[in-house]
């Protein structure tokens, strides 16, 4: 998209010196973030916000090289500032104080937790910085309402490249400027699948990914798909084809053949749609299968040997997670572009499912604990039977039972008010009302 991306970078850095970036959190993927940053010309990472992960953020800064004098603890906007100006890096409790620094251009939430990142979203807003969101499951909920905040603010609002959504949101693009239909759009499942899975049963595995459990977890009970997949829909326009979705056990040469209608020997019953496969060769990718609208073009496509036709798959094969988010910071400064937003009105939404009978007075915990998992739908679907938003479910008390599978709703759980996300959400949705009652009238 940028062909001298690089040039630009380097001559950003001889005029005004590296781009500053503040990270928050310090798990898995922000520690891939601090020694990626590390390894980069143009770029350095100045400040860190932590409130459980102290001890993470240190070993994470010390494993980019860098020595133990590196790490300074700041819990104001002016030492951050002081901190970053000795060319060390300022470790934080405040995000605030990371916001208001004068030093950092654009912040990056590593979090992955949905309140935590709508507060640092609207931190970093409110002290004019771009804000990365590698947090889909806080985009998802109220990107629209942070994307609106940010636009008035001045400053650039986007996901972050390297998560399948931004990928396989690359591919649709591609395909639409050369005037393509897009069929279907997702990725390739990197985990095992299995609904019903929790963290105890992968703790081994876990600790040997250094990853968190829970978050393990999301991925193999299909969270983590559902949330990526009703990102990318709503950044598209493309749409769930059924609750859920398909996930067909369809390899690499076999996508074009499934993902079709089913007039035509596929599985979808509309075309323009989100799914993933479980199926081989696809992981750790990401897919469009498109239809070319000229006879000539298909035919070159056969001849480049992209398929048979008429429909063929474009694939990436890889991609690379919090080691591409990096660029994304980069081209909010450069450029002030995001890579990925959603739209200004959503088609699909991501509820919440139970994955064990749930008594009234349970409190819900965590995605990726034993309670729910994640599940696709069309959004006018889930609004019409007040399926809760999934980035609204933790903390929410069941006041009905709720069974296996069951959807949990505005009638059988009362979420907490009290959070920033369920603040924002409220807002979005009675200004979606109010549009829909304009329309009607």
């Not at 998209?1 to 781009?19: K, Q, V």
């Not at 990626?36 to 070993?59: E, P, T």
Request: hydrophobic share 45%.
């Amino acid at each position: 998209m940028f062909p001298s991306f690089a040039a630009d970078l380097a001559e950003r850095t001889d005029r005004l010196g590296p781009i500053t970036v503040g990270l928050v959190g310090a798990g898995q993927m922000g520690t891939d973030l601090i020694v990626q940053i590390a390894l980069m010309q143009g770029m350095r990472v100045g400040a860190i916000a932590v409130r459980a992960q102290r001890q993470n953020a240190i070993d994470a800064v010390l494993l980019a090289g860098n020595s133990r004098a590196d790490p300074v603890e700041a819990s104001s906007a002016s030492a951050v500032d002081r901190t970053i100006d000795s060319g060390r890096i300022a470790l934080s409790t405040d995000i605030e104080a990371i916001a208001a620094s004068g030093r950092i251009e654009v912040i990056i939430d590593a979090t992955g937790h949905p309140n935590s990142g709508a507060e640092v979203a609207l931190a970093a807003i409110r002290n004019g910085k771009h804000i990365i969101m590698l947090n889909v499951e806080a985009d998802i909920t109220v990107g629209r309402q942070l994307k609106a905040d940010a636009k008035r603010a001045g400053v650039i609002y986007s996901g972050a490249a390297g998560d399948e959504p931004a990928a396989a949101a690359e591919l649709v693009a591609f395909a639409r400027a050369l005037g393509m239909s897009v069929v279907a759009a997702g990725k390739g499942k990197n985990n095992a699948l299995r609904f019903d899975a929790v963290p105890q049963d992968f703790e081994n595995e876990a600790h040997s990914r250094n990853m968190n459990p829970r978050v393990l977890a999301e991925f193999v009970d299909g969270t983590k798909t559902m949330v990526e997949m009703v990102a990318l829909a709503n950044a598209t326009g493309l749409v769930p084809d059924k609750p859920g979705m398909h996930g067909p056990r369809a390899r690499r040469d076999e996508l074009a053949d499934v993902f079709r209608l089913k007039s035509k020997g596929g599985i979808l019953s509309r075309e323009g749609v989100v799914d993933y496969t479980i199926g081989e060769g696809v992981a750790p990718g990401v897919f469009c299968v498109v239809e070319p609208q000229h006879a000539r073009v298909q035919e070159r496509m056969a001849d480049l040997h992209v398929g048979r036709g008429p429909l063929f798959t474009l694939h990436r094969p890889f991609h690379l997670t919090s080691l591409e988010t990096p660029l994304t910071a980069a081209r909010a400064v450069l450029y002030r572009r995001a890579d990925i937003q959603p739209l200004d009105y959503p088609v699909a939404e991501a509820i919440a499912v139970a994955k064990r009978n749930i008594a009234p007075g349970s409190i819900m915990g965590r995605i990726g604990e034993g309670d729910y998992r994640g599940f696709s739908m069309i959004w006018a679907d889930a609004r019409r039977e007040r399926a809760i938003p999934l980035g609204l479910v933790e903390h929410a008390r069941a006041v009905q039972p709720i069974s296996t599978g069951q959807k949990l709703t505005y009638e059988n759980c009362a979420v907490d008010e009290t959070k920033t996300i369920v603040r924002l959400r409220r807002a979005l949705d009675r200004a979606d009302a109010s549009i829909k009652s304009a329309d009607a009238a």
